[in-house]
């Protein structure tokens, strides 16, 4: 399975694999199913995850159900239990959308929610991150995952996402981080695909972000809180949920 996963993962483009996953996703649901595990997402429980990874996979890492990976999961966490994100009224930008979350957050009836891509056939707005189409604080919260690290001017990008944020309003940026690491490693002359997975651990990836991650964000006006939200769950449900215990949710606010 191990051997298999890699292999596809690093072989199929990756709209491919999301359309056989969705028509395989009954089936893989009802052979995954168990107690060992739990998606918060969906609140499913499963006798294992499968495992991910471009270059050193992680085992038990992705959701059957969901597709969700340690990081979506801590996130949805974050929100269900920390915030008030699925009760009470906010307009949401939604920058290059995790398709589960997609689907839900598109479903909730206190949302007022925007989803928004360059390349993305599913999203609302066709919009480049360097020059988004909105008006200068347009929206309440913004979630942009693990997009800056494919952006060369990501200070640019972050610029961006500061404008049209509405004043009084949060976000979650999470991105590809050493947390053990203080400056981020990046290097633009390297541009060959197999290069890049070695050295950012993702062919289409452009830096490491190290902890001064959050100077950069601070430097365009954010307010921001590295967040150890999984530090808070025992490590007993660290395992059960799948959700890493060094992960760090970049929260930003524009007072």
């Not at 969906?42 to 990081?71: C, H, I, M, V, W």
């Not at 944020?165 to 203080?182: A, L, N, T």
Request: charged fraction near 30%; include cysteine.
């Amino acid at each position: 399975m191990k051997k298999l996963a890699k292999f596809l993962l690093n072989k199929l483009p990756r709209p491919m694999l999301i359309k056989i996953s969705i028509g395989m996703r009954p089936l893989i649901i009802y052979f995954f199913k168990g107690h060992r595990f739990v998606d918060p997402i969906d609140g499913r429980s499963y006798r294992k995850f499968l495992p991910y990874g471009y270059n050193k996979q992680r085992e038990n890492a992705l959701s059957p159900g969901t597709l969700s990976l340690e990081r979506h999961r801590l996130l949805w966490l974050y929100l269900q239990r920390e915030t008030d994100f699925f009760t009470k009224n906010y307009k949401v930008l939604h920058i290059a959308p995790e398709q589960e979350f997609l689907r839900k957050f598109r479903k909730q009836k206190n949302l007022d929610y925007t989803s928004a891509d360059l390349f993305s056939p599913i999203v609302d707005v066709k919009a480049d991150i360097l020059d988004l189409p909105f008006e200068d604080e347009s929206f309440d919260i913004i979630i942009c995952n693990h997009v800056l690290e494919h952006i060369v001017e990501d200070t640019k990008a972050m610029g961006e996402l500061y404008r049209v944020m509405r004043k009084g309003g949060w976000g979650v940026f999470q991105v590809p981080m050493r947390p053990h690491v203080e400056d981020t490693y990046e290097n633009f002359s390297i541009t060959d695909p197999k290069e890049r997975q070695k050295h950012f651990g993702q062919y289409d990836h452009v830096r490491w972000y190290g902890m001064d991650y959050f100077d950069r964000l601070q430097q365009v006006g954010f307010q921001v809180e590295a967040n150890r939200y999984s530090q808070q769950f025992s490590t007993e449900d660290q395992k059960r949920y799948s959700i890493l215990a060094d992960e760090i949710l970049p929260i930003v606010f524009k007072s």
